[in-house]
Every structure is written in structure tokens, then in C-alpha cells.
Nanobody, 114 residues
Framework: VQLQASGGGLVQPGGSLRLSCAAS????????MRWYRQAPGKQRELVAAIPRSGETTYADSVKGRFTISRDNSKNTVTLQMNSLKPEDTAVYYCYVLHVLGASWGQGTLVTVSS
């Protein structure tokens, strides 16, 4: 299973970005989709998760600002990020748990700076 992430970039504080990740490959069944991030000098952390049921969970630091969603028919997951802060600067990775195992996207850089 291959993951292709897109949507990162440079944005000013208070701005918005939308990250997308598409899963492709042989026939598989997705169990859960997540977004992680890793800031310079820090460990990778879970940002948001959405299982097949659609019930979402978020890191406390992004609650109320980020929204994760998925399209089961297209095996895509999206992270809408609003009211971005400099501390949101990180490489964002999509992650998909599926019946064949787990896959990571290549990472997309989000920089929040004025």
C-alpha cells in the first residue's frame, strides 16, 4: 500500500492549510487513518485519528482548530488545519492501518511563520 501526501507549505500564523493523503495499491481494507507530526528536535506525535467508524480523536494541542476526515470509497484522509500557530510547524505524516499491515506517507512540511 502506497501513500501520497500533499498540501504542505508556508503559512502565516492564523492561516489555514489542508493536507490530503491518498492510499493506493493492491486490494486492501483500511482500518484506521491518522496524521502524525514531527517538529525539529521532538518525537513524532499523533495529531488526529479516524477509524472506519468515523469517530475522531485529536491531540489536545489541536482540538478545535484541526479537523480530520476520510473518504472510504477513495481511501483518502484529509486534515483541515485552521488558526495555525508557529508551534504547529512540523513535518506531517499520514498513516494508514489496514488488513495487510501499516503504511506511512512520505511526509509533508508545514511551516507557520510570519
Amino acid at each position: 500500500v502506497q501513500l501520497q501526501a500533499s498540501g504542505g507549505g508556508l503559512v502565516q500564523p492564523g492561516g489555514s492549510l489542508r493536507l490530503s493523503c491518498a492510499a493506493s495499491g493492491s486490494s486492501f481494507s483500511v482500518i484506521a487513518m491518522r496524521w502524525y507530526r514531527q517538529a525539529p528536535g521532538k518525537q513524532r506525535e499523533l495529531v488526529a485519528a479516524i477509524p472506519r467508524s468515523g469517530e475522531t480523536t485529536y491531540a489536545d494541542s489541536v482540538k478545535g482548530r484541526f479537523t480530520i476526515s476520510r473518504d472510504n470509497s477513495k481511501n483518502t484522509v484529509t486534515l483541515q488545519m485552521n488558526s495555525l500557530k508557529p508551534e504547529d510547524t512540523a513535518v506531517y505524516y499520514c498513516y494508514v492501518l489496514h488488513v495487510l499491515g501499516a503504511s506511512w506517507g512520505q511526509g509533508t512540511l508545514v511551516t507557520v511563520s510570519s
